[in-house]
């Protein structure tokens, strides 16, 4: 009992030794362009920009393959961010700048076809056929792809409510700027 205990333990220390080495030798280097242009982006991988996720958008932008206005959740402020990040000029007034919203199904007019629950990327709606349907707010992205495949129109996109969660103070304006 002893020595099988001991061997395996030799064994386990002797691949991750290996393992620690070869990670540390064979470490591909990234661009840093692309990571810091991904901690601006609002990180909420909804694909409104038509890449799959946030780090698609920040490697696309890094090559210079996307315009800095691409992130619609991210509004005038991470546009503005990342055209100085990238050194570009950037027309703001067509940039909307939009609230945080999450889908919701109004239970009077949904049918229970089903499309929004297929249609949903991050499986943020529950229901079956012919049953009213629901969102899981944790998990919706608002990118609008139910509000498009819903034949009645009971799904739509409101902003998020305030609550003690979502809640914050606005930072105050500096001296001599707009608010």
Known sequence: ??????????????????LGYAARRLKVEGNPLVEEIQAILPGSQCGQCGFPGCAGAARALANGAAPATLCPPGGREVAALLAAK???????????????????VQEDLCIGCTKCYK???????????KQIHAVFREACTACGKCVEVCPTEATRLIPVPVTLQSWYWSKPAMQGTPA
């Open 119 to 129: 249609a949903c990327p991050t499986d943020a709606i529950m229901g079956a056929a």
């Open 86 to 104: 990238l050194g570009v000029e950037v027309n703001l007034s067509e940039v909307k700048n939009a609230v945080p919203r999450i889908a919701e």
């Open 1 to 18: 009992m002893f020595i099988a205990i001991f061997s395996l333990t030799v064994l386990g220390g002797a691949l991750g030794l290996f």
